[in-house]
């Protein structure tokens, strides 16, 4: 992994920051509350560091919101709920959780769609900044633990991990997320250069 | 790459699957409309093809739906737009006045020109939707069910608390309970003062009954209490009234009585309780006997000195030897 250089980190961080703003507003529109989203925190490591970095989330079971891409740079982007997470924020989306097939299946499509947004936000920003026509899939929900969801044994272990903490304040709720975007091999590089790009050619970044 | 004529021939698979799907330019003007969804509107094809989706569906004019789908023709991801959210893309009306819920993806399509055109498909999940909903309906009812026991509970709870506020009789003993006491030694102390006539009372001790309960039980203890009170009442005149003051401790009221008087239907009492035998199953036979203190209101003092007075002629007799009746 070649490490980023400061100014990348901080390019980096600004077209995640514009995303995830752009993604707030949505939030708000489509939920009669008030969505504060942060982006406290940006780190970059290596895919085999990922349990380090997760610390006592490593064996919990997570709920996560994954976006395909493919194009410059390829890889995955996911939101990732804690359990009391998400069912906080599916409680107060579409209310109390109870225990049936069914309503997993709806609990699957709210979270989808405010992961969707999230996600939408920053891929979005990414790829409008740098000028990079990326291709997606549709997103898909899965839950399990961090290990299972982003560490699966067939990916590359020269993956490099794009970790974005965003914690979400809805009013009273306190409901936490984390963004991560997993870069294929190359892909990752690919990324800063065209960060690079578009640090010498735009006078914004 | 698909041309898009390609897209739109496809009609000829999306007519054939059980899902809405609909195809937008960039500008909204609908460039696919398949059948599922002529069923599910009413709207045919010839009428809206080549038409702008918001003439037919203003409501998509809103911020959350039309940023959303610029953000695909601006070579976004694909948008979901979930049941929970939105209840439906497209409304289309059932027969019971409802509207289909839909759980709806929109997904790019990139053609050669280097359009992007908006490829929408609309899930029927309303059947799903009702039944999570009367699982609900369900659920409300048995927590409201359970909120209206609690409450019934609480009522009946309510009402024997008042019941025993308002009991004068102590359950044990059947003799009447200290609150009782209180509110009729009052009176007797006011008809004393007014009319000038003379008011005793006697408090009766079981003696060494802590030694009985210990030695025999509290079941027995308990023998002992019902059948002393029942000696007090029958050996005291109907118009005394007797109490169960404490745990081994009776008060009696006498009217008109002066401390002469008291002192002997005191010893009357004394004397029948000393010679009542127990007899507990599988084990000796056994008697008790009572101190007794007595005093006689003195016109100007208040009911707890009375009674303090009563008691610590009690206590006296305790001193001199227990089996006795002294007076203040």
């Known amino acids: 992994m070649v490490a980023p250089k400061d100014e990348q980190l901080d390019a980096l961080k600004e077209i995640v920051n514009i995303g995830v703003g752009k993604a707030a507003g949505m939030l708000n529109d489509l939920i009669s509350a008030h969505i504060h989203l942060q982006v406290p925190l940006i780190k970059v490591f290596d895919i085999h560091d990922l349990g380090k970095e997760f610390g006592d989330l490593v064996n919990q079971p997570l709920s996560a919101v994954h976006l395909m891409f493919k194009g410059s740079f390829s890889g995955t982007s996911s939101l990732v709920f804690p359990p009391e997470s998400a069912v906080k924020l599916v409680d107060m989306l579409i209310g109390t959780e109870e225990v049936s097939e069914d309503f997993n299946a709806l609990k699957k499509g709210t979270l989808t769609e405010v992961g969707n947004i999230l996600l939408n936000g920053v891929m979005g920003s990414l790829s409008n900044i740098l000028g990079k026509s990326i291709e997606y899939n549709l997103p898909t929900y899965v839950e399990g633990t961090i290990i299972s969801l982003l560490g699966a044994p067939d990916v590359d272990p020269n993956t490099t991990v794009l970790l974005v903490q965003t914690r979400f304040r809805v009013e009273t709720h306190d409901i936490v997320g984390d963004i991560i975007l997993l870069f294929e091999v190359g892909a990752f590089d690919n990324l800063l250069k065209a960060i690079d790009q578009a640090i010498s050619s735009s006078p914004r970044l | ?328």
């Open chain 2, 1 to 328: 790459m698909n041309t898009i004529f390609q897209v739109i021939d496809n009609a000829v698979i999306i007519d054939k699957v059980p899902v809405g799907i609909l195809v937008l330019r960039r500008n909204l003007i609908v460039v696919a409309w398949n059948i599922c969804l002529e069923q599910w509107t009413g709207i045919k094809k010839e009428d809206i093809l080549d038409k702008e989706l918001t003439l037919f569906f203003p409501h998509i004019r809103q911020p959350k739906y039309l940023d959303r789908l610029k953000s695909i023709f601006d070579d976004g991801p694909p948008l979901i737009f979930s049941s929970q959210l939105h209840k439906y893309f497209i409304p289309c009306p059932l027969p019971d006045n409802q509207f289909r819920i839909q759980h709806t993806t929109v997904s790019p399509v990139k053609i050669p020109e280097g359009e992007i055109l908006a490829v929408i498909a609309m899930e029927d999940v309303t059947d799903l939707t009702k039944r999570i909903a009367d699982i609900r309906i369900l659920h409300k009812e048995a927590l409201l069910e359970i909120e209206e026991r609690k409450k019934i509970e609480a009522a009946l709870k309510e009402s024997e608390r008042l019941f025993m506020e308002l009991s004068i009789t102590d359950e044990l003993t059947q003799l009447y309970n200290s609150r009782h006491l209180f509110s009729e030694l009052r009176n007797e102390m006011e008809r004393s003062k007014r009319y000038d006539r003379p008011l005793s009372i006697a408090l009766l001790d079981v003696d060494n009954f802590k030694g009985i309960n210990d030695y025999y039980g509290h079941l027995e203890g308990d023998k002992v209490l019902i059948k002393l009170a029942a000696i007090l009442k029958k050996h005291t005149r109907t118009f005394d009234t007797t109490y169960r003051y404490g745990g081994e401790e009776f008060i009696a009221v006498f009217p008109e009585t002066s401390l002469i008087q008291s002192i002997n239907i005191a010893e009357r009492v004394r004397e029948k309780c000393k010679h009542l035998v127990f007899r507990p199953k599988d084990m000796t036979p056994f008697s008790v006997t009572i101190s007794i203190g007595i005093a006689q209101f003195d016109g100007t003092e208040t009911l707890d000195e009375f009674i303090a007075r009563a008691d610590k002629a009690m206590y006296q007799a305790k001193r001199n030897g227990k089996d006795q009746v002294c007076y203040i």
